[in-house]
């Protein structure tokens, strides 16, 4: 039992340079979320799904796409990177529906701008 | 949408010392939860506290939802207890978003 697992732990880019980060869950949650944090910032979420096939929009998604095309993967999509967007990124999920609903947290993508 | 507000933002204590934490929030939420980034950023669930108190080891938090706060408490800090405390709510009349709080960043000193 894996947990939540990010792939890839490390990326540089370079400015207009596309990629796509994978958040992978083997927990059967329902919900899953991407946030962002800055240095000395707090999180703040990108997007997020409560289903298969779903997804939101959150705090800050200009910028991000994302799919949900497997209920345990959730893809986070830079279609055109800039520099703003150098970050550290975490996908969590959680159970969703009732009942305890602990977030679990993958141990995070580190990107860097050029 | 739902605010979040952590106090204080920052705190120095002597090791030994016990510790505080606060967590106040806008609205009615089902779901609590005290996380701890240590110094290598890794995000380490703490409590899920929608409400009432629990208590693990020298940490215990308590949430009383019916006023909009949840309180962490450390005691006997010790030097590995160093690094940011984020309270994170789920907002149960807005889709189901979890809203982080900026966190309370806590340095303990040997």
């Known amino acids: 039992n894996a947990g939540v697992t990010q792939t890839p732990k490390f990326r540089v880019l370079k400015t207009g340079q596309s990629m796509t980060l994978l958040c992978a869950q083997d927990?059967?949650?329902?919900?899953m979320y991407w946030y962002r944090q800055d240095p000395g910032m707090g999180l703040r979420l990108i997007h997020y799904?409560?289903?298969?096939?779903?997804?939101a929009k959150g705090e800050v998604p200009d910028g991000y796409n994302v799919s949900r095309l497997k209920k345990q993967n959730f893809l986070l999509g830079l279609e055109s990177a800039a520099p703003s967007q150098t970050s550290v990124y975490f996908c969590?999920?959680?159970?969703?529906?009732?009942?305890?609903?602990?977030?679990?947290f993958g141990p995070g993508t580190r990107l860097t701008v050029l | 949408g739902i605010q979040v507000e952590q106090s204080p933002p920052d705190l120095i204590l002597q090791e030994g010392a016990n510790s505080t934490l606060r967590c106040n929030f806008s609205?009615?939420?089902?779901?609590l939860q005290w996380f701890h980034q240590n110094p290598w950023g890794q995000l380490i669930n703490l409590f899920y506290?929608?409400?009432g108190t629990k208590q693990n080891g020298r940490l215990s938090a308590t949430t009383v939802a019916t006023e909009r706060y949840s309180l962490l408490y450390i005691s006997s800090s010790q030097t590995t207890d160093s690094g940011v405390y984020f309270c994170?709510?789920?907002?149960?009349?807005?889709?189901?978003?979890?809203?982080f709080g900026k966190g309370t960043r806590l340095h303990i000193l040997p």
């Open positions: 927990m059967n949650h329902e919900y």
């Open positions: 969590a999920s959680i159970s969703g529906g009732f009942g305890v609903n602990e977030q679990f």
């Open positions: 799904s409560v289903g298969e096939g779903t997804t």
């Open positions: 609205d009615s939420v089902n779901n």
């Open positions: 994170a709510v789920r907002d149960q009349n807005r889709d189901d978003k979890i809203i």
């Open positions: 506290i929608p409400s």
